[in-house]
């Protein structure tokens, strides 16, 4: 494009990246800083099961606290992370974070319940990734069937032989796992029936329309039903409405996570919205 609209564009083009390049080296440079300067923080967001009303599972989510930028999205600044390596140390407070609170909480949530945390490509390149969880499990003293892990596609797929010895490790330690955002990536199915998988996440996409639009209710039906075929669970993103819980719920859908129940909330409203279960009254 640039190049076909001749010089002009192009120089315009390039001040642009420049202005790009600018922002993310002064992001790269503050991030450098959050982690002892403890501004990060794990907000929670809790999946609750059709069959029960309760929390069954429990999603770590990350936040950025920026002294006078404010909150800023994971979308923006875990990219930089990642590029910069940064990844690594910040996924290790992750994951030792998460693990700590779940043993923390180990009286009021029921046994079953597990603490997901986002796994990032970098990290799941990273061939000390399982020695790096066992010593998170070992530290915090976290019963391993209480972590799960999740992945994206395009983590995996990049290199599916490494993706599936990694996923097969973690599940030899006995750390479930889940295939996050399903759907808009290749969603090829081959890899499905190749990964230890326990879990699969419908993406929040298929979710949003669900009331009115009877193709993404034929595809969450279909994304269902195969899941269920090859014995995982299902999580679905985004919900939103009780209309788009019920058609789930009625699809045989087992967990619902989304705005319905809670947003992403810090550890202590947390604590005290599951003193509050159940979230939903079951027929
Ligand atoms: P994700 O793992 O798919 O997380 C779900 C995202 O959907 C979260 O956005 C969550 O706040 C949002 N969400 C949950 N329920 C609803 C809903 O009902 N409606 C809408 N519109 N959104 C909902 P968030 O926290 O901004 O995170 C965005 C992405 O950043 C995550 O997508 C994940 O890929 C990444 N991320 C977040 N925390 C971490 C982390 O600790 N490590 C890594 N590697 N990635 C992370
Ligand atoms: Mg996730
Ligand atoms: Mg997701
Ligand atoms: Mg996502």
């Known amino acids: 494009q640039a190049k076909r609209n001749g010089r002009q564009s192009y120089r315009?083009?390039?001040?642009?990246?420049?202005?790009?390049?600018?922002?993310?080296?002064?992001?790269?440079?503050?991030?450098?800083y959050a982690l002892e300067k403890e501004q990060f923080e794990l907000v929670f967001q809790p999946q609750v099961s059709t069959l029960d009303g309760r929390i069954h599972g429990i999603e770590a989510l990350l936040r950025w606290h920026h002294p006078t930028a404010g909150t800023v999205s994971p979308a923006v600044f875990i990219p930089v992370l990642?590029?910069?390596?940064?990844?690594?140390?910040?996924?290790?407070?992750?994951?030792r974070t998460a693990c700590a609170q779940r043993m923390a909480w180990?009286?009021?949530?029921?046994?079953s319940v597990t603490m997901a945390v986002n796994l990032s490509a970098r990290q799941f390149s990273d061939e000390l990734i399982c020695k790096h969880i066992q010593d998170v499990i070992s530290d915090t003293g976290i019963p391993a069937r209480w972590l799960e892990v999740e992945v994206t596609e395009s983590t995996v797929i990049e290199d599916i032989d490494k993706g599936r010895r990694i996923l097969e490790d973690l599940h030899k330690l006995g750390i479930r796992t889940a295939m996050d955002d399903f759907g808009t990536g290749y969603s090829a199915l081959a890899y499905l029936k190749q990964l230890p998988l326990d879990v699969l996440k419908i993406d929040r996409l298929f979710v949003a329309n669900l009331a009115n639009d009877t193709k993404d209710q034929a595809i969450a039906r279909a994304i269902i039903g195969l899941a269920h075929e090859l014995g995982m669970t299902l999580v679905a993103e985004g919900v939103e409405t009780h209309e788009q819980y019920g058609l789930l719920s009625s699809m045989g859908c087992e967990l619902i996570q989304g705005y319905l129940f809670s947003r992403p909330i810090p550890a202590i409203d947390f604590a005290k919205l599951a003193l509050g279960q159940p979230l939903m009254n079951v027929r």
């Not at 420049?18 to 790269?28: D, E, I, K, Y």
């Not at 990642?82 to 994951?95: F, K, N, P, R, T």
């Open 12 to 32: 315009h083009y390039s001040a642009e990246m420049n202005a790009q390049v600018t922002a993310r080296t002064m992001l790269r440079e503050s991030l450098m």
């Open 82 to 95: 990642e590029d910069s390596g940064l990844i690594v140390e910040v996924s290790l407070w992750i994951l």
């Open 106 to 111: 180990a009286d009021i949530l029921d046994d």
